[in-house]
Every structure is written in structure tokens, then in C-alpha cells.
């Protein structure tokens, strides 16, 4: 049975930012719902087969890694965008799945639900901005 112990969102966490944007990555999708990764790649593979379009939530790379003896080995991993994410995990099945899958798009909602709570303190601060109570003199009649 699986331990429902990582952390979730944030700095070392299965959901983080990158520009801005809440993303995920293939190995931790396979960490997370303790999945074999060649097997999560072969499902993002499946996907983007199907649906060309989807692409655009699943950009691959190559991640570099500690190998045996101190080398470093790479591997290929993808990184997910929250779109790409809930469609991949939807695949994912049994009672385990069902309670990381609610995990994950917490966690993605958690983000974005930051980002905004964010951008709406900075609009009110700009708005109680004393150089916003007045126009300028030039605007005045």
C-alpha cells in the first residue's frame, strides 16, 4: 500500500512553479502514484498519439542524474503542464489512485489559488497608492 506522505506542492514537492506556470514532471507522477516511469512515458506517448494537440502540456527533456560510482547518467522525463496532468492521471485506477489523483489537482488548485491571492494583494496595493488619489496637475480642470 502506498504512504501518503510527499509533500505535495512547493519547493521539493510533485507540484511546482516554473514562469509562473504550476507544473509537474513525469518521474514524480511516477513517484507519486508509485508507477514504474517507463510506464508513465509510454502513457504520455499513448496520449500525444492520440491527440497531437497535447504536445503543448507535455514538453520532454533530458533530466541528468547520479549513476553508479559517481557518474552521471540522464534520462528522458517530461514536464507537465496542469491540462496534461489531470488527462494523464485520469488513467490511473484503483482506490490509492483515486485518493492521489485528488491529492494532485488539490495541489494544482492550491498554486493557482496562491497566484492569485498574490496578484489581488498587489492590485490593492496599487490602488491605495497616494500617487493614484489625485491626477496629475496637468490633468486637472
Known amino acids: ?14 507540484v511546482f512553479r516554473r514562469d509562473g ?31 497531437p494537440e497535447l504536445r503543448l502540456s507535455f514538453e520532454p527533456q533530458l533530466e541528468v542524474y ?19 496532468a489531470a488527462l494523464l492521471v485520469m488513467g490511473f485506477t484503483g482506490p490509492e489512485a483515486l485518493q492521489w489523483k485528488k491529492k494532485f489537482l488539490d495541489a494544482f488548485d492550491h498554486l493557482a489559488e ?7 494583494d498587489a492590485f490593492r496595493s496599487f490602488r491605495r497608492s497616494p500617487t493614484l488619489a489625485k491626477p496629475p496637475k496637468s490633468h486637472r480642470k
Do not use: C
Open 1 to 14: 500500500m502506498m504512504e501518503m506522505t510527499m509533500n505535495i506542492v512547493g519547493q521539493g514537492g510533485a
Open 21 to 51: 506556470m504550476p507544473i509537474t514532471t513525469s518521474k514524480l507522477v511516477a513517484d507519486l502514484f508509485g508507477k514504474q516511469h517507463k510506464n508513465v512515458l509510454r502513457d504520455i506517448r499513448k496520449l500525444i498519439e492520440i491527440d
Open 66 to 84: 547520479a549513476g553508479p560510482n559517481g557518474s552521471q547518467r540522464s534520462r528522458e522525463v517530461y514536464t507537465i503542464n496542469q491540462r496534461g
Open 114 to 120: 496562491r497566484e492569485r491571492d498574490t496578484y489581488m
